[in-house]
Structures are given as C-alpha cells and as structure tokens.
C-alpha cells in the first residue's frame, strides 16, 4: 500500500484526518511499549495545565517507547538514511486537550544528533540526542549529560503484533 493509499482508510481514528496536504512520512519499525504506573500529583508537575492526563482504572500512566525510526522525510522527496533512519526513544503520556485526546511527549531521545538537530528545529519536540544501540533483544541509551541510561533485554512472544496492510 502505497502511503497516499494509507490516508483513504479511516475508520479506526476518532477524529477527522487535518485538512491539507501531509508534509512528512516516517516509519515506526520494531517498536518496544513499555509502561509504568505513576502518581498522578507528581505527573502533573511536568504537564501543561491545560492538558487534562488520561488515566486507565484511576491510575496515571507514563510509557517508554523504543523503536527504530526509517524513511522518515518531508513530502514528495526521497529518504535521506544518513538522518532519515535512526534508532529513537520517547517517554510519554497520554492526555487530552479541549476533548481531543493526544500524546505528551516528556522527552524525545534521538540516536544521530543531526536528526535529532533537525527535528527539534522543524517539531518544537523536546528532542535529544542520546547514545543508543540495538541489538537483537536488547535495546540500550545513554545520555551523558543528564545522567540518564535505558537499558533493556527482551524477547518477543508469539502474540507479537504484524503490520498490517496500512503498514506496508
């Protein structure tokens, strides 16, 4: 499926696709969601107070999302893979704002630091550059200047998600 095919398919989003052309196509590849249970009261010091911050059962949540980001560019030009492609890491939660429910990215790590330069200049996304290696099973980060460090072993089980057609 080719990815102008992809904005034809609706009806799994609660919300009308934006008007206008999309300026940009990336590929989220071998994706990791890891999550954690957090207090609420402590969350809500690092959201903007006019996010409301879901919860699932009372219980505010912030996840860590690991994935190798591929392909990513602006529209109608190629993949540059010397910044296109590039292992990423954000720590997030999930809010809503005037109803609309949304993403609230705490930190964005960025394995190549041109890519993460870009990206901060063109999303205002709190992206930092990190070092960061994959392997098979195991996915590591490490940024030195604010003394943060992921480091994470796993194994994928039979119920590991396909991609779909809208994925390929």
């Not at 990513?72 to 540059?80: E, V």
């Not at 205002?124 to 940024?143: D, K, V």
Request: glycine share 4%; aromatic share 14%.
């Amino acid at each position: 499926m080719k990815s102008k095919d992809i904005l034809v398919v609706t009806s799994h989003r609660d919300q009308p696709l934006p008007l206008g052309n999309w300026k940009y196509y990336q590929e989220w590849n071998r994706a990791l969601f890891l999550h954690w249970k957090v207090d609420y009261d402590q969350l809500r010091s690092w959201v903007p107070s006019d996010l409301q911050i879901d919860t699932m059962d009372g219980q505010a949540w912030v996840s860590v999302v690991a994935f190798t980001m591929e392909k990513i560019r602006p529209a109608h030009l190629p993949p540059f893979s010397p910044i296109s492609n590039f292992h990423e890491i954000n720590i997030r939660t999930y809010d809503s704002y005037n109803g609309t429910p949304g993403v609230y990215f705490l930190s964005i790590e960025g394995g190549k630091r041109s890519s993460c330069f870009i990206a901060r200049s063109l999303s205002h996304l709190p992206y930092r550059y990190s070092a960061m290696m994959r392997r098979e099973g195991s996915f590591q980060s490490r940024n030195t200047p604010y003394s943060e460090e992921l480091r994470v072993d796993y194994s994928v089980g039979d119920k590991c998600a396909e991609k779909s057609p809208l994925d390929l």
